[in-house]
């Protein structure tokens, strides 16, 4: 390739003029330059031109001069869209006489990287139709030649104008014919039509650069491209836009369609939230803060879903959940209150399933869910039958036993709720005077009883055996509200347990707890214990599964949902505004961001909304999103959010320089913490190599001036309800930026594989964890025809407290779709970035990370195969590989994927 020297100087910057729309015959604003090229030859209607950028340069070319030049080829791989982007375009089987008629295609320019030394100033472009040359199922090749002329220096970038009328996915440009080599560009980025918006697409070269150290002919590109990602604030978004900005999550109700489906604004001082993406929809015409609701929610084009992806299951199996797999179910299921009769019903799930009505389009849920929806040779019908959850193939009463129960505090889907009791005795911080005396009825005595044998209860407090599960101030300001819905109730709640010698945890007591009601009852709360006399035995389970709603909502509201999908968003956005997609941190994140967007429109869309999934089947209802908004307000900090501080935080570690990864663990069986600590370490590993090239001293941290751009608009916009709390870390060192990078990344990969990929497995068969609560315990306020039936069948009413039957396969489908690897899924140190490739020093850190990985396979396979590990090997326990790093598409249980994709 031809490298003159490049001009970086501060002064050397050029006047900032826009590039004109290059003209194939040229005009008194471009000064054309025809040069001879094969291409030229060929039967193509134009040849390659060189265009200059504005009419205040001109091209000159000195005819006592032979200047050497190479011929280039440049070949561009264009993708099919989902709904078959040839065949909309009408070229399948007649491309050629297409072609002929529309006579171009794509428009390429090339961007020199250097300033003209003569001039100052942008050289001129050099530009030149490509054309088809070759069509499958799979891509498309079009091809162009070009003359590059030695003075031309370095191509730093590539302009592309897609002439056609539909959008087109560009996979790469390769450039052949340069003397070091072909110059591969990676676009993977959707190019609108001309017609739609006429500015031309900028695609870089994979060279990162830090803005001071761009190339001078690219400083006025990086600018501008930053500027139109942007936007202006205005206006509704089109759905070929690629333009970040910020909102708040008005879009959750839909007040235009029925006044109860009205929901409060996330964001703002009344409810504190990370900011989505601005969408720019018509305010609803019943509620002036609300957005009203569309059936398409916008997202930039390029983070979107690919066409695998959509094709297999991701938005449009969701989407068929909710449009056509729910309605067919409540067709079937026409009592919405109906619950399971015994719980050979449930089984029956799994075993025979559910009979759905004639479908419009026969087979179309099968096609959706192949894994679900059999159909039955016999009869006309489809039917819903789920897969047996690995937990309960192993053993059919997992669910039953307390050991169970807290076993998956430390390796279930919720492994971020269970923390060391510090403070004796337990009292609540909410007002008394709304909420009751705050003192806990978990006493000594009770604790003393249930781990007689072990120690005292002052032994156990002083050797931190006591953990807890603390569900009570965050829903105890909900109880009230929530009771006044059809079909549910709620409680706050605190569960004790005990550390035992061989490090698995002893449930010791739950304690329910109603506030003061509006019609003048008083406080009640009553403690349960696993006493073995059978009526005391049905309350303890009839208050675990009360508990275990509880920590399905926080898990699916604060660990899953609040904590990666939701606190991320806003990362996003603000690197897509403020960082150039040449800056090596961009590059570095790209990854961990792949889908993340469109997943959370789909979840506003679907999951989240008002009457969605989530209010209709899990606790706490209509108030769902507002409390997870509360858990964001009291709880969210950035500097928790990374693994070490997040266990240190809840008195699951200590810092120990001589420990392993400088923990040391309160449960030194805690296969979440210990898997999740191998995997952070790899992380900062190779975030640390990463950040440390680019950035060797704190002086070119700080004068990164788009870096520090992204890290202020994340605190003081995307979280900005949050911008003067604590945990917010400076960003003056590359120690600074190596935390928050690790941070972000473990965010996305493992701690959202850890709480996202196992809920099929754990909560499919859903007896194991109960979404919600519908009945209140029966020895609360109790009336004689409660009691009787719990004294005749306790069995029963257990089965009442459970989700109703359209509850449960609502949530069992839902669950298995979410639980899904895709095919097209990529896994940390999989695939690295083309960039990441052109640096050798990267590349090897890379090639380390991914070795590295594969090695945690190994080393977790060799814990769950160590009987001394009781909480993740045994007879018939699931053994812990949600923190493998890699999977095979489908429910596995394992892999984590560089991104929050589903």
């Not at 008394?432 to 806990?440: A, K, L, T, V």
């Not at 004689?784 to 009442?800: I, Q, S």
């Not at 050798?840 to 590990?869: C, M, T």
């Not at 923190?883 to 598409?889: H, R, T, V, W, Y």
Request: charge should be negative; glycine fraction near 6%; include cysteine.
């Amino acid at each position: 390739m031809l490298k003159p020297q490049l001009h970086q100087s501060p002064s050397a910057f050029p006047t900032l003029v826009p590039l004109s729309k290059p003209s194939s015959q040229g005009n008194g604003e471009i000064a054309i330059l025809p040069i001879q090229s094969s291409h030229a030859l060929q039967k193509s209607p134009r040849s390659a031109q060189v265009g200059v950028v504005s009419s205040k340069i001109t091209a000159v070319a000195s005819p006592s001069s032979i200047e050497k030049s190479l011929s280039v080829k440049v070949v561009v791989t264009v993708k099919p869209s989902t709904g078959g982007f040839f065949s909309e375009l009408g070229i399948i089987g007649g491309l050629d006489k297409i072609i002929d008629l529309m006579g171009k295609t794509l428009l390429l320019e090339l961007v020199s990287a250097e300033l003209d030394p003569k001039t100052g100033q942008e050289k001129g472009t050099i530009k030149g139709y490509a054309h088809k040359t070759a069509l499958n199922e799979e891509e498309a090749k079009y091809e162009c030649k070009f003359e590059v002329k030695e003075e031309f220096g370095e191509v730093g970038a590539i302009l592309v104008e897609n002439e056609h009328h539909k959008e087109m996915y560009l996979k790469d440009i390769v450039l052949d014919g340069f003397t070091d080599g072909p110059l591969s560009i990676a676009c993977n980025s959707w190019v609108h039509s001309k017609y739609d918006d006429p500015q031309k697409r900028v695609f870089f070269t994979n060279k990162c650069y830090l803005p001071t150290e761009t190339p001078s002919g690219l400083r006025r590109l990086r600018e501008e491209e930053l500027t139109i990602l942007r936007g202006n604030g205005q206006g509704e978004r089109e759905s070929f836009e690629r333009i970040y900005d910020y909102d708040v999550y008005n879009d959750l109700g839909n007040p235009d369609s029925d006044a109860d489906k009205k929901r409060p604004v996330l964001g703002g001082k009344e409810l504190p939230y990370p900011r989505r993406c601005r969408t720019g929809r018509p305010r609803s015409k019943n509620d002036p803060q609300s957005e009203s609701r569309s059936g398409s929610i916008y997202v930039p084009r390029d983070e979107q879903f690919s066409m695998i992806k959509n094709l297999t299951f991701s938005a449009k199996t969701v989407y068929s959940v909710v449009h056509a797999l729910v309605p067919s179910l409540e067709t079937a299921i026409i009592d919405s209150d109906l619950g399971f009769p015994y719980f050979t019903a449930i089984d029956e799930l799994f075993n025979e399933g559910v009979n759905l009505p004639p479908l419009q389009k026969q087979g179309f849920l099968k096609d959706a869910f192949p894994r679900l929806v059999k159909t039955v040779t016999d009869a006309s019908q489809d039917v819903l039958r789920f897969e047996t959850p690995e937990t309960m193939n192993r053993d059919r009463f997992f669910w039953f036993s307390d050991e169970e129960f807290a076993r998956q505090t430390l390796a279930g889907i919720n492994p971020y709720a269970i923390q060391l009791v510090t403070e004796w005795p337990l009292r609540s911080e909410l007002d008394p005077r709304i909420y009751g005396p705050p003192e806990s009825a978990i006493t000594v005595e009770i604790i003393e009883r249930e781990i007689k044998g072990f120690m005292t209860f002052n032994e156990a407090i002083k050797q931190k055996k006591l953990f807890m599960l603390d569900y009570h101030d965050l829903f105890l300001p909900y109880v009230n509200k929530v009771r006044q819905l059809k079909g549910t109730t709620l409680y706050g709640s605190r569960t004790l347990f005990f550390l035992t010698p061989d490090e698995t945890l002893k449930p010791l007591a739950i304690e329910l707890t109603r506030p003061p009601t509006d019609d003048g009852k008083p406080q009640w709360k009553q403690v349960f214990t696993p006493f073995c006399h059978s009526t005391s035995m049905w309350l303890w389970r009839l208050a675990k599964a009360h508990v275990l709603a509880h920590d399905s909502g926080h898990h699916q509201l604060v660990s899953h949902w609040l904590r990666t999908h939701c606190a991320t968003e806003p990362y996003i956005i603000a690197a897509n505004r403020q960082l150039s997609e040449m800056h090596p941190i961009y590059k570095l994140l790209h990854p961990h961001f792949r889908y993340t967007m469109e997943i959370n429109a789909l979840a506003r869309g679907y999951l989240i909304n008002g009457d969605g999934i989530i209010e209709s089947t899990f606790s706490p209802g209509k108030y769902s999103m507002e409390l997870s908004a509360v858990a964001y307000d009291k709880q969210w900090q950035f500097d928790l959010q990374g693994l070490p501080n997040d266990l240190i935080s809840r008195g699951l570690a200590v810092e120990d320089p001589t420990a392993p990864h400088g923990l040391k663990l309160a449960i030194e069986d805690y296969p979440f913490a210990n898997d999740g600590l191998l995997l952070w370490d790899t992380i900062k590993e190779w975030v640390t190599n990463y950040v440390n090239h680019y950035y060797p001293n704190s002086s070119r941290i700080a004068s990164d001036k788009e870096l520090q751009s992204w890290w202020t608009e994340i605190r003081t916009v995307g979280h900005g309800d949050k911008k003067d709390s604590p945990g917010w870390p400076d960003l003056k060192t590359p120690s600074d930026l190596i935390h928050i990078i690790t941070t972000m990344v473990w965010v996305a990969s493992g701690h959202h594989a850890a709480v996202n990929f196992g809920q099929y497995t754990y909560a499919g068969y859903f007896p194991n964890r109960p979404t919600i609560a519908r009945t209140k315990m029966p020895v609360e306020d109790p009336t004689e025809e409660e009691l009787k039936r719990f004294w005749d069948k306790p069995e029963g009413t257990l089965l009442t407290c459970f989700p109703s039957q359209i509850q449960a396969t609502k949530v069992m489908a839902i669950l298995d779709v979410l639980s899904n690897h895709s095919p097209d899924e990529e896994y940390l140190g999989q695939n690295p970035e083309p960039a990441w490739k052109e640096e050798p020093v990267i590349k090897a850190a890379f090639e380390r990370f991914s070795g590295r990985l594969k090695e945690l396979e190994g080393i977790i396979d060799a814990r769950n195969a160590d009987q001394r590990f009781k909480n993740r090997s045994g007879a018939g326990i699931v053994p812990y590989e949600l923190l493998k790093p890699f999977s095979e598409p489908g429910v596995t249980g394992m892999g984590v994927p560089y991104s929050i994709s589903i």
